[in-house]
């Protein structure tokens, strides 16, 4: 079993609908848990981190986290063609400072 | 600000030769992190460098890779004996200081390396 996993994809959502990405990670006693962008041929850039079991909102975008259940969700709401892109979730295990990443979903919005 | 840079921005070079990347890291910065993505995959973890203390090399495939960072700043990723297997983007991500914050990874452009 990967540490970290994710559907790679692709995911197709028509604009304005809701995108939803999910992750399940192995380390139970991991503590914090990180949703990263990258388009293509560009470097990872950080859109959301959750650290707390339930919901975390920031504009457009919510996290879900249920560590009983080992899995980390990000929502997107209102898609946007300019979201298109790989999403990669990235897990902190415990007592460590590595980042274990997925290898991350492909999102496409069609216009 | 300057974000973290890395160079070169391509590297292509033979196999058996050995490489030299760059990086910069964010001003302040204290930790700092190698990782290594190929084509369509996800980021490997690599190396991980917090202050002056022991780096954590758990992450490097082999003994051809190496890495060392001077004075707290600048770090130097080593790939001796090149193989083709090694051809992958190279990324190097930095974090600040303290408290929740030193979590957030900043990345920088990579290193595309192409061993022929």
């Known amino acids: 079993q990967k540490e970290v996993e994710q559907n790679s994809g692709p995911l197709s959502v028509p604009e304005g609908a809701i995108a939803s990405l999910n992750c399940t990670y192995s380390?139970?006693?991991?503590?914090?848990f990180f949703w990263y962008r990258q388009y293509s041929g560009k470097s990872p850039e950080l859109i959301m981190f959750i650290y707390s079991n339930g919901d975390k909102e920031d504009g457009r975008f919510t996290a879900q986290l249920n560590k009983a259940s080992q899995y980390v969700s990000l929502l997107i709401r209102d898609s946007q063609p300019s979201d298109s892109a790989t999403y990669l979730c990235?897990?902190?295990?415990?007592?460590?400072?590595?980042?274990?990443f997925g290898t991350g979903t492909r999102l496409k919005v069609l216009a | 600000g300057a974000g973290v840079s890395q160079s070169p921005s391509n590297k292509v070079t033979e196999k058996g030769k050995d490489v030299e990347l760059r990086c910069d890291p964010i001003s302040g910065h204290t930790a700092l992190y190698w990782y290594r993505q190929s084509l369509g995959q996800g980021l490997e973890f690599l190396i991980y460098f917090q202050g002056n203390s022991a780096p954590d090399k758990s992450g490097l495939p082999s003994d051809r890779f190496s890495a060392e960072r001077t004075g707290g700043s600048v770090s130097t990723l080593t790939i001796q004996r090149t193989q083709q297997e090694d051809s992958a983007v190279y990324l190097c991500?930095?974090?600040?200081?303290?408290?929740?914050?030193?979590?957030?990874?900043?990345f920088g452009p990579g290193t595309r390396l192409l061993v022929l």
């Open positions: 990235a897990v902190n295990p415990s007592g460590t400072y590595k980042y274990i």
């Open positions: 991500a930095s974090s600040p200081t303290s408290g929740r914050a030193r979590e957030t990874q900043y």
């Open positions: 380390d139970r006693g991991s503590q914090s």
